[in-house]
């Protein structure tokens, strides 16, 4: 079993950064693909941006591209995620997931954080 907790969530205004964190434990394996899902107020849980364990895969979805960067540091079992030029439609609650596999993770991870809030006012 693995556990995810995210910090680094709050409030910043239109056009600022914010950086996520996400450290895990509990790992079992050491090729975990991680990456990071929102939920916008009253909308589903979406897909923000993913990483493989080599580093060597990212994807990101269409709305964040651009803005967002993904990264992982392997040796401490966390991602980042680097938020720039935010916006309203950016606000929701964050969360780290972790997978076996990158695919696998962008469809349905096996491991999910408790979420960290962001609020982007304008």
């Known amino acids: 079993q693995e556990q995810l907790v995210e910090s680094g969530g709050g409030l910043v205004q239109a056009g600022g950064s914010l950086r996520l964190s996400c450290a895990a434990s509990?790992?079992?394996?050491?090729?975990?693909?991680m990456g990071w899902f929102r939920q916008p107020p009253g909308k589903e849980r979406e897909f923000v941006a993913l990483i493989s364990w080599s580093g060597d895969t990212t994807y990101y979805a269409d709305s964040v591209k651009g803005r967002f960067t993904v990264s992982l540091d392997n040796a401490k079992n966390r991602v980042y995620l680097q938020m720039n030029n935010l916006s309203p439609e950016d606000t929701a609650v964050y969360y780290c997931?972790?997978?076996?596999?990158?695919?696998?993770?962008?469809?349905?991870?096996?491991?999910w954080g408790q979420g960290t809030q962001v609020t982007v006012s304008s």
């Open positions: 509990g790992r079992t394996s050491s090729t975990y693909a």
């Open positions: 997931a972790s997978d076996p596999s990158p695919l696998a993770l962008r469809v349905g991870p096996r491991n």
